[in-house]
């Protein structure tokens, strides 16, 4: 055997090895009881579920791995729901407004709470919100403590405004369909109005002018957001194996938690 072939042949084993090496690593974290996210609509179907009056809270968290190509990266997912009036929950039309102008708010800084004291300082974090939920995810993003404490890798915003433009840690990608007027609600749209509008990746689900429908009905459809990976990039790769078993809620109350 010349030395040309066996150095291909070493070569083709070395990378048979790398490829076993990742897919065994694939399969045993779903059968270590992981669920794969491979979309926008999936991941969206977990922040939907902090709209549950208030039971469990507007807040998750929940554990697992951001697979993009070769790369695996653990992570700690943390969902945000919207606007929900329930007695003392910081989900009112209150918040909204505070929260459109970019100010600090109690569900804001629950939020900032609840990461610091169940999160390790140093984690990966990918956050995701719906409408209210999208603003918050990005004001967390923006924050000074939480940018020096962890690694911001995404934010992914269903139906949410632009907030804290320039400032925020990680990518932020905004998704909005395109009878849903509530990503335009913000007083980011005055100063930076060429970018509330163009960082938004749009698409149409057919609603016309039921507006309603539009914003709590859209995000999760398959078939409007599929082409977008669980990190909000239009036809991307990127995926999320998560834990469920690890997933717990939060509740966002008026009283600020300390």
């Known amino acids: 055997m010349n030395r040309n072939l066996k150095k291909l042949l070493t ?45 469990k809270g507007p807040v998750s968290i929940t554990s697992g791995i951001l697979v993009n190509g070769s790369r695996n990266t653990k992570v700690y997912l943390i969902t945000l729901s919207g606007t929900e009036n329930v007695k003392n929950q910081t989900t009112g039309y209150l918040t909204d407004l505070l929260s459109g102008f970019n100010q600090k708010n109690k ?94 990746q749009r698409e149409n689900g057919g609603y016309g002018k039921d507006v309603y429908s539009a914003h709590v009905k859209s995000y999760l459809r398959a078939d409007e957001w599929g082409k977008y990976d669980a990190t909000g990039t239009k036809y991307g790769k990127s995926k999320l194996i998560i834990y469920p078993a690890t997933t717990k809620f939060y509740h966002s109350s008026v009283i600020v938690t300390r």
Request: charged content about 10%.
């Open 107 to 200: 569900y804001y800084t629950n939020v900032s709470s609840i990461i610091q004291k169940n999160i390790p300082s140093g984690s990966n974090l990918i956050l995701a919100g719906h409408s209210l939920g999208g603003m918050i995810a990005q004001q967390i993003a923006a924050d000074s403590t939480i940018k020096r404490k962890y690694n911001v890798l995404n934010t992914v915003c269903f139906g949410s405004p632009l907030l804290s433009a320039g400032k925020r840690e990680g990518i932020v990608k905004r998704l909005g369909d395109t009878s849903d007027v509530i990503p335009y609600c913000s007083g980011s749209l005055i100063n930076n109005t060429a970018w509330a509008i163009a960082g938004l």
């Open 11 to 55: 070569l083709v084993l070395s990378l048979a090895i790398i490829l076993g090496a990742f897919l065994f690593s694939g399969k045993e974290s779903l059968a270590a009881g992981g669920q794969v996210l491979s979309n926008s609509a999936s991941v969206a179907e977990l922040v939907f579920r902090g709209y549950n009056n208030g039971v």
